[in-house]
């Protein structure tokens, strides 16, 4: 009986300890910020991007010292609309699932029924909405979706096939890396508005 006393006490004592262990720091989240305590979005903003991991927190200040306030805040991303020259900017706190970075920005583009596989096959983080005739680019800086989206856009008028895009768009992304500047990551050559789009369908036509 006494053997049955002391075995309970001790299984009590170590249930005891496990409740009082100290929580895995790196199991702990950051308790979200609530809307109700900012006056107004960019306040709301920087104190969700506090709790965002160090490489997408450090892009979402310079967005947010480049374009200001965003139009939409919520945990996991900030969007900014009609920023030209672009449809929409958007900063999110996590990568996707292809690593692609966490900056996508979008343009007015239309691509030729034609062009589609082409622009499929160059990728770098370009996708094409034919259904919104926008072109966007998700990767892990402004420069280097400037530099996709202007390879995108030559490959697109056919001054560049696949494999010279793809070739062109490695090593220029190696000499912006390298500390070297070019015209293609400097800003868009091209007229993404939308008058402009709708002037490049005009010229299409018979």
Known sequence: VEAGILGA????????GL????????SIRPEL?????????AQLAAAFVETWPKGSRALARAILERYGAPDSVAASQLTWTNRRPYRSVVVYRE???LGHGVLEQTIAYRVPVAR??????????VTYDPA????SVRG???????LALNVAHDLVRGSRDV????SFYKKTLALTESGKSSRYTKHLLFDPSEDSVRRRLLRRLP
């Open 140 to 146: 892990p800086g402004e420069e280097v979706n400037v």
């Open 19 to 26: 409740d009082n262990r100290a929580p895995d720091p790196g």
């Open 163 to 166: 494999e010279e895009a793809r």
């Open 132 to 135: 919104k005739e926008v072109l």
């Open 95 to 97: 990568e996707d699932w």
């Open 116 to 125: 589609w596989s082409e622009l499929t096959a160059f990728s770098n983080g």
């Open 9 to 16: 006490c001790m299984q009590a004592a170590v249930a005891v």
């Open 33 to 41: 910020p609530k809307h109700e305590a900012f006056h107004d979005k």
